[in-house]
């Protein structure tokens, strides 16, 4: 199962309290073309559940254009590494 599939997966709404800060670190192996899709799941998600966080998206090897593509996400929303 895919991390996008696993967000996806969360029941809406969550009745949590808020943590504090969240780091939360992806490994990204050939994920050039989910990478956009993960950061918008994943952010849905860390709003409702942290008062603050930061995603941080490590290239894992890929062979694929991802290494090229996360500094450009950067540029886009410098939260997110």
């Given at each position: 199962?895919?991390?996008?599939?696993?967000?996806?997966?969360?029941?809406?709404?969550?009745?949590?309290?808020?943590?504090?800060?969240?780091?939360?670190?992806?490994?990204?192996?050939?994920?050039?073309?989910?990478?956009?899709?993960?950061?918008?799941?994943?952010?849905?998600?860390?709003?409702?559940?942290?008062?603050?966080?930061?995603?941080?998206?490590?290239?894992?090897?890929?062979?694929?254009?991802t290494l090229v593509r996360l500094p450009a996400l950067h540029?886009?929303?410098?939260?997110?590494?």
């Amino acid at each position: 199962m895919s991390t996008v599939e696993i967000l996806s997966a969360i029941p809406q709404p969550l009745d949590l309290p808020k943590a504090s800060v969240v780091s939360l670190v992806i490994p990204c192996r050939n994920e050039s073309e989910n990478l956009s899709a993960l950061y918008v799941r994943a952010a849905a998600v860390m709003e409702r559940i942290a008062e603050s966080w930061e995603m941080v998206r490590v290239n894992d090897g890929s062979t694929d254009d991802t290494l090229v593509r996360l500094p450009a996400l950067h540029r886009e929303d410098p939260t997110s590494w």
